[in-house]
């Protein structure tokens, strides 16, 4: 199984990026996919999720409104549009996966596997 995170960059306040996670080894279909985040000096956090099923997504109070969540089974993709950057998404972004029962919420799920991370700094 791999996870493969991409996209991550420089980008100016204000800015926008679009992160990937190209997966493979697993089918997407039975999996939950979530994006989490490492700040310098701080603790991994969570940041979005999308359940399996009817891609129902949810985001911490800090994504709410900026983030967007999505996923392409056919394509073993799913990709987090992020928009109105701030110097505070500076981080190290992972994606994960879970397998998960049908439209269960993914939210505080035990996420088993992890891609190596994309540099996200916003700088200006």
């Known amino acids: 199984v791999q996870l493969q995170a991409s996209g991550g960059g420089l980008v100016q306040p204000g800015g926008s990026l679009r992160l990937s996670c190209a997966v493979s080894g697993l089918d997407l279909n039975y999996y939950a996919i979530g994006w989490f985040r490492r700040a310098p000096g701080k603790e991994r956090e969570w940041v979005s999720c999308i359940r399996r099923g009817d891609s129902t997504t949810s985001y911490s109070d800090s994504a709410k409104g900026r983030f967007a969540i999505s996923r392409e089974n056919a394509k073993n993709t799913v990709s987090l549009q992020m928009n109105g950057l701030k110097p505070e998404d500076t981080a190290v972004y992972y994606c994960?996966?879970?397998?998960?029962?049908?439209?269960?919420?993914?939210?505080?799920?035990?996420?088993?596997?992890w891609g190596q991370g994309t540099l996200v700094t916003v700088s200006s």
């Open positions: 994960a996966a879970v397998m998960a029962g049908y439209r269960r919420p993914c939210v505080g799920l035990d996420y088993n596997y």
